[in-house]
């Protein structure tokens, strides 16, 4: 359960195992890099505990790893709405044609999208050679035209992230209606050590920057 991950409802996460990122400061490794090593929870057992904690949770997050290469995933969001909750989808927007079906389709009533780094740092950020990073602002551009709820947000790193990355990045989300910044912190079950934090200065001046072009920049702390 969660009261800070899907805004304004109190809710249930659900982890979806796998990606086809691999960002090394991902916090989920194991669920990202050895699925299977994670316990899998049935459907069922999913589905009896939503059923039973309804008035209780508003809302259902589907998060990852991430959610979108997983082909049953809009008829998954369907039988959670069918139950009454609103469904928010966390995604790192590689996948426009599933974020566009989950939407249109009335799946996700929020969406939380991943801004990994400036478009020349996109690869390097989420840790895949040969991005391609059209479809990335393919789903910024879509998520802008406000079908629905959403918000933006970077995890940021003091080895990867600078005032340029995030000139960029203001000018790419500009517009936008809500942009979050996350400190990272190692938690353990990372995928690449040795990051680390940027200082609490750092992360002023982003937000300062992010401003000039977003009305609503907050920082979202764990
Ligand atoms: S942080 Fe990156 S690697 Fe980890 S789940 Fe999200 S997109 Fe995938």
Redesign the pocket.
């Known amino acids: 359960m969660t009261l800070v991950d899907y805004p304004g409802k109190v809710a249930a996460i659900l982890f979806t195992g796998a990606?086809?990122?691999?960002?090394p400061?991902?916090?989920?490794?194991s669920?990202?890099l050895d699925p299977s090593s994670e316990p899998e929870i049935p459907e069922e057992e999913i589905f009896d505990y939503l059923k039973k904690r309804k008035g209780m949770l508003e809302g259902v997050v589907v998060t990852?790893?991430?959610p979108t290469v997983h082909s049953d995933l809009l008829e998954y969001m369907g039988r959670i709405k069918a139950l009454g909750y609103s469904v928010k989808l966390d995604t790192?927007g590689y996948r426009p044609d599933v974020l566009k079906k989950a939407v249109n389709g009335g799946y996700a009533d929020y969406v939380a999208m991943?801004i990994?780094n400036s478009l020349g740092k996109y690869a390097e950020t989420?840790?895949v050679k040969n991005l391609f990073t059209p479809l990335i602002e393919e789903s910024i551009s879509f998520l802008k035209e406000g079908h629905v709820p959403y918000e933006f947000r970077t995890?940021v790193v003091h080895e990867l992230h600078s005032d340029e990355d995030f000139e960029k990045i203001g000018k790419m989300c500009e517009g936008c209606d809500r942009f979050y910044l996350q400190t990272f912190s190692d938690k353990g079950d990372i995928?690449k050590k040795g990051l680390t934090a940027p200082s609490p200065e750092d992360m002023e001046r982003y937000i300062k920057i992010l401003r000039k072009y977003i009305r609503n920049v907050l920082l979202r702390d764990r």
Do not use: H, S, Y
Request: charged share 25%; hydrophobic share 30%; proline share 0%.
């Open positions: 990606c086809d990122f691999r960002c400061f991902c916090q989920n490794a669920l990202v990852g790893g991430e790192n991943d990994k989420a840790g995890t995928i």
